[in-house]
């Protein structure tokens, strides 16, 4: 099975304080997401990486970096923690199956920026 | 640019009743249509899928058909259980970028 795992489960910082949330995937695929989740928004794409050392902006990256220095690991970095960033960050990772992309999700890191 | 609407939440439903549960589309080309499912507490789950138009996908008594004519993929099942309960994402993805994901439909089955 395909296991994609975040390193928090639940996450509480102050405003200002630089946040790392990590995600690691076993199963050597190629493409990662970052994701957030808000009610009534669902989710959106903050950045995704094609291969070590890429990555792309997703539709919400201000605010946010990534890192992606080995295959397996890709990482969200908030420079700044403010309120507005409180959210459920949800990593995912993508293989081809011969007839479509699939996406594995983490558990998810419930962050709260008091 | 690509688009996912699903239907507002949220469904209440009795066990064993039936459910439909409405996604459209919006989309250049011949996407892949998933349903995914978020357990309380949880990360999300691919539930199913159908590649190509016509494709009906499947999966513990869930089914949702590929319909290029209508730009539709609703997700049924014949008899809800209360394990059931949880929030639906119909979403769509194409050449390998991320996915689209309509907003979630809340489903609260009771017995």
């Known amino acids: ?114 | 640019g690509n688009s996912v609407t699903q239907m507002e939440g949220p469904v209440t439903l009795s066990e064993e009743a039936f459910l439909t549960i409405n996604c459209t589309y919006t989309a250049t080309g011949y996407p892949s249509l998933f349903w995914y499912v978020q357990y309380p507490g949880e990360g999300l789950q691919l539930l199913l899928k159908a590649t190509k138009a016509d494709d009906k996908g499947s999966n513990k008594g869930f089914e949702a058909t590929y319909r290029k004519e209508t730009t539709s993929f609703h997700l049924e099942k014949g008899s809800v259980q209360v394990s059931d309960s949880a929030v639906y994402f119909c979403a769509l993805n194409q050449a390998g970028t991320a996915l689209i994901f309509g907003k979630g439909t809340t489903l609260s089955v009771s017995s």
């Open chain 1, 1 to 114: 099975d395909v296991k994609v795992t975040q390193s928090s489960r639940y996450l509480v910082k102050r405003t200002g304080e630089k946040v790392f949330l990590e995600c690691v995937q076993d199963m050597d695929h190629e493409n990662m997401f970052w994701y957030r989740q808000d009610p009534g928004l669902g989710l959106r794409l903050i950045y995704f990486s094609y291969d070590v050392k890429m990555k792309e902006k997703g539709d919400i990256p201000e605010g946010y970096s990534v890192s992606r220095e080995k295959k397996e690991r890709f990482s969200l970095i908030l420079e700044s923690a403010s309120t507005n960033q409180t959210s459920m960050y949800l990593c995912a990772s993508s293989r081809w199956t011969g007839s479509s992309y699939e996406q594995y999700f983490g558990p998810g890191t419930r962050l709260t920026v008091t």
